[in-house]
């Protein structure tokens, strides 16, 4: 068994995915936003790469039974209902609808994954869901790979405290010894911060994007820790809550 953290979608091993639990992490915003999404009583979460993928796949769903969300670059795509603020996700919005999601990195990154054997989504509101499903996969004798989604391919901080903050809850786990650099840095990282992670996440690349497009307000919602015990896991393309 290994426990490795792909620090970008560029380090993640499609080859061995069948062998695999992969726990996506994109802090900022799209773990949290799914994350809420079902928290608030959406059916699903439909991840898709494109838009035209996005809009291929409404063209297939009740209306009144499905929401349009997309983001590229941080701000809602023209056409869409939501954008990828986990606060446009209420339950007046979503409950009892499939949403179908695109967004600039956190949905690449899950089309990215779907082989795996098992695939969950990972942030800082469901930590503790999201631990646990990483040591039953260890329990299983699956490797892990933590995926930070990152941003256009490149590493960013909020993700890798994020998947440096459960390196650290695994510690204890007798199978759960950091197999790579991603997963060493990560500890590091996280380690370092966590005495004011809040702080250290504003001062993140997307943060400042955040804010000047107008969604700072998010940044304090996808700091909170625990505020649901949901677990988004995937099944049949579609994620729901375990
Ligand atoms: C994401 O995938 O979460 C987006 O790229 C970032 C955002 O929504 O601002």
Redesign the pocket.
């Known amino acids: 068994m290994s426990l490795r953290v792909a620090l970008s979608p560029a380090g993640l091993d499609p080859g061995t995915l069948d062998r695999q639990a992969v726990l996506m992490i994109?802090v900022?915003?799209?773990?949290t936003?799914i994350v809420t999404a079902l928290a608030n009583g959406a059916r699903a979460v439909i991840p898709v790469a494109d838009k035209g993928e996005a809009g291929r796949l409404a063209a297939t769903l009740d209306r009144d039974m499905s929401v349009m969300a997309g983001?590229?670059?941080?701000q809602q795509l023209a056409g869409f209902a939501l954008?990828?603020?986990p606060r446009s996700f209420t339950p007046e919005v979503v409950r009892g609808r499939t949403v179908v999601l695109t967004?600039?990195?956190?949905?690449?990154?899950l089309v990215k994954a779907r082989g795996a054997e098992r695939l969950a989504v990972g942030a800082l509101a469901n930590a503790t869901a999201a631990t646990a499903f990483l040591a039953q996969a260890l329990d299983d004798g699956l490797d892990v790979t933590l995926l930070c989604?990152g941003?256009e391919g490149h590493v960013v901080l909020e993700d890798t405290l994020c998947a440096g903050l459960f390196v650290d809850r695994l510690a204890s786990h007798p199978r759960a010894t950091p197999t790579d650099d991603g997963a060493r840095i990560a500890s590091s990282l996280y380690r370092g911060a966590q005495a004011d992670l809040a702080r250290v996440l504003f001062v993140a690349d997307?943060s400042k994007?955040?804010i000047e497009v107008g969604?700072g307000d998010?940044l304090s919602d996808c700091a909170r820790i625990d505020v649901s015990d949901v677990l988004p896991v995937l099944r049949d393309s579609r994620i729901v809550a375990a």
Do not use: I
């Open positions: 994109d900022f915003r799209a773990s936003t983001e590229r670059g941080g954008g990828n603020s967004t600039t990195n956190g949905t690449a990154a989604a941003w997307h994007r955040l969604a998010d």
